[in-house]
Nanobody, 125 residues
């Protein structure tokens, strides 16, 4: 079992920044790939960013490349999502998830088997 708890969401103006955190606990939390997904109202959940268990491999959806950065601190079992130059279209509930793989970056949500409850990010224009 892996438990995931997100924090750091909120309301920000367009062009601003937020940093999301996700604390993972459980016996295998530190050896799994981790990812961030988001779901906007009326839309399907989409992959945003992922990171391998070593932190050496990362991947992003095209719409956030150059603006978002995923990182992890394995000593703290925490994954972060630094979001800069936020746009209104980034508004969504952001969830972190733990993959069932440890190598590489999992972009398919079917590869994730533990999910946090999510944190709301709202970007005003």
């Amino acid at each position: 079992q892996v438990q995931l708890v997100e924090s750091g969401g909120g309301l920000v103006q367009a062009g601003g920044s937020l940093r999301l955190s996700c604390a993972a606990s459980g016996r295998t939390a530190g050896s799994r790939g981790l990812g961030w997904f988001r779901q906007a109202p009326g839309k399907e959940r989409e992959f945003v960013a992922g990171i391998s268990w070593t932190g050496l491999s990362t991947g992003y959806v095209d719409s956030v490349k150059g603006r978002f950065t995923i990182s992890r601190d394995n000593a703290k079992n925490t994954v972060y999502l630094q979001m800069n130059s936020l746009k209104p279209e980034d508004t969504a509930v952001y969830c972190c998830a733990a993959a069932r793989i440890n190598g590489g970056v999992a972009k398919d949500e079917a590869l994730y088997d533990y999910w946090g409850q999510g944190t709301q990010v709202t970007v005003s224009s």
